[in-house]
């Protein structure tokens, strides 16, 4: 990178930094630091889940998943819109949550059900998210060291030190720097400083990809390269989609029903200064995104149209055998492997696959595939060469069969990291001057912002409701608050040793969803009956989060040792063919969207589909054992603050008549004249214009008159681009002038401020 470049990341970067700073200098109490004072402005809330939104992981792992998937999965994910609109307007879950004044989901659990669950459950939640999100900074590292051409080690005073680790040390030197110097306070300021840096930035890259790379002339014609089965832009055309098809969405809209409240807690999601604040700040999420969605979309499509149209085969070629020898540097020890598997991805000639004449891109048949199968032919052949020549006959195939078995295990490695780092190594390629400056920045903004708000997440858990319940005296605010910094210095220690040692075999969506199962699988039904039912018990919550639990982490040991361990052994035993044909029996009345096959080196049954089973089973052992224990009706208006328990911090509208139409959508009395604007677009546009308009009618259409790939292009080019960029153009500058207008007005606030509540700190006063 250039001087500028450096200039363009260090200036916002500090700012950020000072911000955060001058944030903790108004930290007052233990309010300040886990929840900002409660008094956060939706705006600022808003921005600053911008940033959080924004994440280096999310935006490779959109790549990745899209790469291999297309878009044509859009079409069918609009079927979620009226759930997510009528749970934003409603207020579901947050609403709720926010009436119970508990700081912590821990602190929630224990008013709810008992101090024990509050402590098992807190520990399986913080043990999830941390196995879930440590892969962040690591990913976040490589992609850095990756996109500049870093060494994957360097020489200091004589000693080799992975430039890896030291890349990951600084990003969460950053990270828990905001965290200490002020906590949520902090965390909310810097992140909305950040949103605001994003959506100027986001509007150049942009404008970049749409002026480098033709819509009609490069990208359409890639997309529409496919298969049977497993079209990029056509949604009745995707049974042959594996992984990432329409069970994967009946996964999605099932979990967000039952796991909306699972990750609630401290920090924004009970930092509004009431829960009408609160909730308009999610009402608010259909419009702040802005540019960042087109953004995910058209760095997709830039990478998949640089690696598969012709008019990029130079350069395709250069990105696959860079990708190619900078991951084997990085994984492979033996350095005659390393050098030919290099040589063998140079031996590979640019493509020249032209779209219309030869044979259409498949999911097993690509442009990448030579690369990937030619560096699987090596790792297979070299482990072969190395077994010792003096073993004859079954010792010699057997210690062959192992040598494949390791060189297979090691090939979903390096898969993963092919398909990862495409983006990283592009970039340098495309971006000039100045703009990659900018591209770096953003990075940083979207680094900082995600793993300072996840350490503080696990933080906020593990110091709440799982030391803070076994230390016996009261404590301090100044000692309250520095054991929460002193326990996020663990989990940024966690997170550091957890970069190393937790290598990543599938695709992060994947790998996200089976790790967070471990608290996802069980929790959703502890969550959401215990904020709407008076019928759930302890017991009930126990039996779920064990069931979810168990399921989860058995189905993660079988995953990450199947290639080197488990098929192998299934093969000793000869029971290959009668397992397979015992999952494929099983799987085959939901056959396309299930597929149970047996490969040596990919587990059978997807994370999705793990996910899903410990869902139904935990959501069935929840209400069998609460209804076999429940004595007496949980009183829910106390938890709620409502009723006779209401007091004067509880919001007391007044009573005014509502339309139907008006309950229907959420709008209450506490609403204003701007609050009901605000809802009405968003059901106007979330479900009038996306639902209606562009689903059903289009699934109506296509009943009588179904399109032709062309059209699908066409659709696509407005509803996914035009019409949200139209959208975008209005909502950043409206989100930019609220979050500036809404961050002043936040310190204000904290300047006039009355004195805090010294027990409004996490702990349960089952007296109150």
Not at 8 to 31: D, E, H
Not at 450 to 479: C, H, N, W, Y
Not at 653 to 662: D, L, M, Q, W
């Amino acid at each position: 990178m250039s001087l500028i470049d450096w200039l363009i990341v260090i200036i916002p970067v500090s700012l950020v930094l000072f911000m955060g700073w001058k944030a903790g200098r108004y930290v007052r109490g233990v309010s300040d630091y886990l929840v900002a004072g409660r008094i956060c402005g939706r705006y600022v809330l808003s921005v600053a889940d911008v940033a959080n939104g924004l994440a280096v992981i999310t935006l490779v792992s959109y790549v990745e998943l899209h790469y291999k998937t297309g878009f044509a999965m859009f079409f069918w994910s609009n079927i979620i819109l009226p759930m997510s609109m009528m749970f934003a307007l409603v207020g579901y879950c947050t609403y709720r949550f926010r009436e119970t004044r508990a700081m912590s989901l821990g602190q929630f659990l224990e008013i709810r059900y008992c101090k024990a669950l509050r402590i098992l459950a807190s520990g399986l939640r913080t043990t999830s998210e941390m196995l879930a999100n440590m892969i962040c900074p690591a990913i976040a590292a490589r992609f850095f060291i990756y996109m500049l051409g870093i060494p994957h080690r360097i020489d200091i005073f004589g000693v080799q030190v992975s430039t890896f680790g030291l890349v990951i040390l600084i990003v969460l030197t950053l990270a828990i720097s905001i965290i200490w110097m002020g906590g949520t306070l902090a965390l909310v300021i810097t992140d909305t400083i950040q949103g605001l840096i994003c959506y100027p930035a986001l509007v150049v890259f942009v404008i970049f990809v749409l002026t480098e790379f033709s819509w009609n002339e490069q990208i359409a014609p890639v997309m529409l390269d496919r298969v049977k089965g497993e079209s990029f832009l056509n949604p009745y055309d995707v049974q042959g989609l594996r992984d990432f098809n329409v069970f994967a969405l009946v996964v999605t809209v099932f979990s967000s029903i039952l796991n909306k409240a699972n990750w609630l807690g401290a920090g924004n999601s009970s930092a509004a200064r009431n829960p009408h604040e609160q909730k308009m700040a999610g009402i608010l999420g259909t419009w702040r995104t802005g540019f960042s969605a087109i953004f995910y979309l058209l760095m997709a499509c830039m990478i998949i149209t640089l690696l598969n149209h012709v008019d990029f085969n130079g350069k395709a070629d250069k990105i696959r055998t860079t990708a190619t020898a900078r991951i084997a540097d990085e994984i492979i020890e033996d350095k005659v492997l390393r050098d030919r598997m290099t040589e063998a991805a140079k031996n590979i000639k640019p493509h020249n696959h032209r779209i219309g004449v030869d044979k259409p891109l498949s999911q097993v048949e690509n442009l990448d595939t030579p690369y990937l199968q030619s560096a699987l032919m090596e790792m297979r052949a070299r482990g072969v060469e190395k077994v010792d020549p003096a073993l004859t006959g079954d010792a010699r195939k057997e210690a062959e069969a192992d040598a494949i078995a390791k060189a297979n295990a090691k090939f979903q490695e390096f898969r993963t990291l092919f398909h990862q780092m495409q983006l990283a190594i592009s970039s340098s390629e495309l971006f000039p001057t100045g703009l990659l400056g900018l591209f770096v920045l953003l990075l940083v903004v979207m680094m900082i912002s995600t793993d300072d708000s996840r350490i503080f997440s696990s933080s906020l858990t593990l110091a709440q409701d799982v030391v803070l319940p076994f230390i016996k005296r009261k404590l301090s605010s100044k000692e309250h608050i520095n054991m929460v910094r002193m326990v996020a210095l663990f989990v940024g220690v966690f997170f550091f040793c957890g970069s190393f040692f937790m290598s990543q075999l599938d695709y992060i969506d994947l790998f996200m969803t089976i790790t967070t199962s471990i608290w996802m699988g069980g929790a959703g039904p502890v969550m959401i009956f215990g904020l709407y039912s008076r019928r759930g018990t302890s017991a009930g919550a126990f039996a779920s989060l064990f069931t979810g639990t168990f399921i989860t982490v058995g189905s993660i040991a079988v995953q990450r040792n199947w290639a080197g361990v488990i098929y192998p052994w299934l093969d000793s035993k000869g029971w290959i063919n009668s397992i397979g044909w015992f999952l494929e029996t099983v799987s085959s009345p939901l056959n396309p969207w299930v597929v149970w096959k047996m490969d040596a080196i990919k587990f059978p049954i997807n994370s999705k589909e793990i996910f899903f089973i410990a869902m139904i089973c935990s959501l069935t052992m929840y209400w069998v054992v609460s209804l076999l224990t429940c004595r007496k009706p949980f009183n829910l208006d106390k938890m709620l603050h409502r009723g006779e328990y209401a007091d004067e911090k509880s919001i007391k509208p007044p009573a005014v008549k509502r339309s139907i139409f008006s309950r229907l959508i959420g709008i209450t009395p506490e609403y204003t004249k701007g609050d009901r604007i605000i809802a009405y677009s968003v059901f106007g546009y979330s479900f009038v214009y996306r639902f209606i308009f562009t689903f059903l009618l289009v699934i109506l259409w296509n009943n009588f008159s179904p399109w032709k790939p062309y059209w699908w292009n066409r659709y696509f080019l407005i509803t996914s681009l035009i019409i949200p960029g139209i959208v975008a153009a209005i909502s950043s500058v409206w989100f930019l002038i609220g979050g500036m207008i809404d961050l002043k007005r936040l310190f204000v606030d904290l300047a006039n401020r009355e004195a805090l509540d010294e027990n409004d700190n996490g702990v349960v006063n089952k007296d109150k």
